[in-house]
């Protein structure tokens, strides 16, 4: 099992364009998430789905959009880019029921200019 | 919503030391308590949980305690090694809700 994957690894962009960052995974989870970090702010909670076809917003949700079309997807949109949005994404997924451990992707370091 | 404080935010031991790091969370609904350890360049990953219907909870040199009256949980390090150097995460989050709230971070640092 891969996990939860994260495309791309690494990405730049110029003030204004736009991007899709996304998230696989491969675990059957139904909980899938969408976290920012940057330096000695945590984790962040920008968009999350508890389920396919529905999303909801987290704390720092303005500027970005998400779709959940498949169970096993969850897709992260920038329309605008702002340097503000210069960040280390992490999407992650969880399973109902249980405890809610959260498996994390390996991150996508996004820099806007 | 939930809020999660965490302290300290960098912390310094020497090896074999022991480690303690402290959170506090508001939402008394919370009932699962989360501490994840991310590694420099790495992604977070599980060391440890505790449920809401126990106070205690111990795996090798790791263990943490839920004070659910007071609202705060506490990692504790035993005999510390440099590889636990790195970010530890607590988070707080209710039953099937999904989703938790993490607290900002706290740095470990062992010194060998």
């Known amino acids: ?113 | 919503g939930e809020n999660v404080e965490q302290h300290p935010s960098t912390l310094s031991v020497q090896e074999g030391d022991s480690a303690v790091i402290k959170c506090t969370y508001s939402d008394s609904a919370s009932n699962y308590f989360p501490w994840y350890k991310q590694e420099l360049g790495k992604r977070p990953q599980l060391i440890i949980d505790i449920r809401s219907n126990v106070g205690e909870k111990k795996d090798q040199r790791i263990a943490v305690t839920l004070n659910k009256t007071a609202k705060h949980f506490s990692l504790h390090i035993t005999e510390t090694q440099p590889e636990d150097s790195a970010v530890y995460f607590c988070a707080a989050s209710k039953g099937n809700a999904g989703k938790s709230t993490f607290g900002d971070g706290t740095t470990l640092t062992v010194k060998p």
């Not at chain 1, 891969?2 to 998230?23: D, E, H, I, N, W």
């Open chain 1, 1 to 113: 099992n891969a996990g939860v994957t994260q495309t791309p690894k690494f990405r730049v962009l110029k003030t204004g364009q736009s991007m899709t960052l996304l998230c696989a995974q491969d675990m059957n989870h139904e909980y899938m998430y969408w976290y920012r970090q940057d330096p000695g702010m945590g984790l962040r909670l920008i968009h999350y789905s508890v389920g396919e076809g529905t999303t909801a917003k987290g704390e720092v949700p303005d500027g970005y959009n998400v779709s959940r079309l498949k169970k096993q997807n969850f897709l992260l949109g920038l329309e605008s880019a702002a340097p503000s949005q210069t960040s280390v994404y992490f999407c992650a997924s969880s399973s109902v029921g249980g405890n809610n451990e959260q498996f994390f992707g390996p991150g996508t370091r996004l820099t806007v200019l």
